[in-house]
């Protein structure tokens, strides 16, 4: 495993957060799920520490071109497949797991627990010397599938005859994090909200930050700490006082609340799913975790991992620091990153020569330009969130609105206005293949019978450019056919208005830096 010089690393939502001291003892550290949310930012901090780092990825290109890959041992593997976690765990100290189905259906409790195993048992057999997990805060009782599902494969890891810390976490406030997005966007888009009744349930949030905190510890525990611990910020809140909190931060009138007995979770995670960026797969978990109070019980937790030196973060506090970040377009990981990793692979390509027989359906458009390679990309890679499709936003926001309607992402937005990396989600479109200066290959995550991408590429010619547009469409029966065809009236207006003013878009910039 290389020993790279550990980048700096960027404050965690806090600007006065101190810069990491590396450890007297450093591990050799296997991290599972370094392409979500928090894995992603545990890997580089875990380095910054002076641990050895090695992340376990089923595509490693997901990891390409963020700033820490190099500091990093990638490796590819499944946690359903045993032999590549066996082969992952060889040489190492301590194993983060940190990978949660975000599906709404299928028998994920069962792939869950039978991953667990597989990781459980290739521990012990590598000699690991300490699991750590990442569950949730949960009340006694009935509880979700979702909330079942993690407590089920904390208990495998427990059970593993290692070494393990279970933390079961509240409510996770950052910049780009879901339960963030779904609470800013519940309170900025009504200003009268109809709400389900586990608004009035009571929550204990906890800062991103101070997650991270208890994980980076939890590295370096004495054997003898084995067990479940519940994490959580120093409020207690019903969830409508968490909206509110966000309104005052956010410079907005606080809103009328009126809880309504009728809707269910399942039909609040449609609800949610209309009114935010966060699609229904997603927001499902999170009303799970909503529907019961969901605070800690004891804090033991105290006993074994001492507080940040600067203490927890309040809840108010640690909005008005991930508004900022997300103002700033510093937003580190988030949500729409870590959704795509449940996302089947995409065979056959549409940049395949051969489809072995699957009908392809195609929009192609072709455009010449005076500006340079270099300014055509920068607006290809700008594409979609704030900076739109360059064509017809009505049509966009339209099919944008049907695709939310049928629980997809819709205009989901982007995690930064300007730089994109394999596997972010752009709107209702997922980075496939990005080869930085000439192409991307944007999959399709809209609701559609068949399966779609686009392909926007751009090389020199003569003293301009060549912009390159395709839209590929693998229809799936006669559904996927009748759509097709329902919709190609309307590709001349959008894809070759889109063509036209990318082409006019890099123009006007080259004219600017030119001046």
């Not at 050895?52 to 497949?81: I, T």
């Not at 975790?289 to 809840?315: F, K, N, W």
């Not at 940049?351 to 330009?369: Q, Y």
Request: aromatic content about 6%; proline content about 8%.
């Amino acid at each position: 495993m290389p020993k790279h010089a550990a980048k700096p690393v960027e404050p965690d939502d806090l600007p006065a957060e101190p810069q990491a001291t590396p450890t007297d003892h450093p591990r050799r550290i296997l991290v599972l799920g370094a392409t979500g949310y928090l894995g992603g930012r545990l890997a580089p901090r875990l380095v910054a520490r002076g641990h050895v780092v090695r992340a376990l990825v089923r595509n490693p290109d997901r990891l390409a071109g963020v700033p820490w890959e190099g500091d990093v041992d990638v490796v590819r593997g499944d946690l359903a497949d045993p032999e590549s976690v066996r082969a992952a765990m060889q040489d190492i100290d301590v194993v983060y797991h940190l990978v949660h189905s975000m599906s709404a259906g299928g028998d994920f409790e069962t792939e869950e627990a039978q991953e667990a195993r597989n990781v459980a048992d290739a521990a012990k057999d590598a000699g690991v010397g300490r699991i750590v997990y990442l569950g949730g805060l949960h009340p006694d009782g009935e509880l979700s599938q979702h909330l079942r599902s993690r407590v089920a494969v904390g208990e495998v890891l427990l059970a593993s005859g290692v070494p393990t810390i279970v933390l079961q976490a509240g409510i996770v406030i950052g910049s780009g994090s879901a339960s963030f997005e779904m609470i800013r966007h519940l309170t900025e888009v009504l200003p009268y909200m109809p709400a389900p009744r586990w608004v009035r349930n009571f929550v204990q949030p906890i800062a991103v930050r101070d997650v991270l905190h208890y994980l980076i510890e939890s590295a370096t525990l004495p054997d003898d700490v084995h067990g479940a611990y519940d994490v959580g910020g120093p409020d207690v809140l019903r969830y409508g006082q968490m909206m509110n909190g966000y309104a005052v931060e956010a410079g907005l009138p606080q809103r009328p609340i009126a809880p309504l007995p009728v809707l269910t979770p399942w039909l609040a995670s449609h609800w949610v799913n209309l009114v935010t960026p966060v699609p229904r797969s997603i927001a499902v978990p999170l009303i799970g975790s909503l529907i019961h109070d969901c605070v800690m019980r004891d804090h033991r937790i105290d006993d074994v991992i001492a507080r940040p030196e600067a203490g927890l973060v309040p809840y108010r506090r640690a909005v008005a620091l991930a508004l900022k970040r997300e103002k700033g377009s510093e937003v580190e990981t988030s949500w729409r990153d870590a959704a795509g990793d449940d996302a089947p692979p995409s065979d056959p390509l549409p940049s395949d020569p051969d489809w072995a027989g699957t009908l392809v359906l195609s929009d192609e458009r072709e455009r010449e330009s005076t500006a340079p390679p270099e300014a055509v990309w920068r607006i290809v890679e700008g594409i979609g969130g704030e900076n739109g499709w360059y064509s017809m936003p009505l049509l966009w926001a339209a099919r944008g609105w049907m695709d939310r309607i049928a629980g997809g992402a819709g205009l989901a937005g982007r995690r930064d206005p300007r730089r994109i990396r394999v596997g972010e989600q752009l709107d209702w479109w997922r980075v496939e293949d990005l080869q930085p200066g000439r192409s991307l290959r944007l999959r399709a995550e809209m609701r559609v019978p068949g399966r779609a991408w686009l392909e926007l590429s751009v090389e020199p010619h003569g003293e301009g450019s060549r912009y390159r547009q395709r839209a590929v469409f693998f229809p799936k029966g006669l559904s996927g056919r009748l759509y097709w065809l329902g919709v190609t009236p309307f590709h001349h207006f959008i894809f070759q208005g889109m063509a036209e003013r990318i082409t006019a878009e890099a123009e006007q910039l080259a004219a600017g830096d030119a001046r």
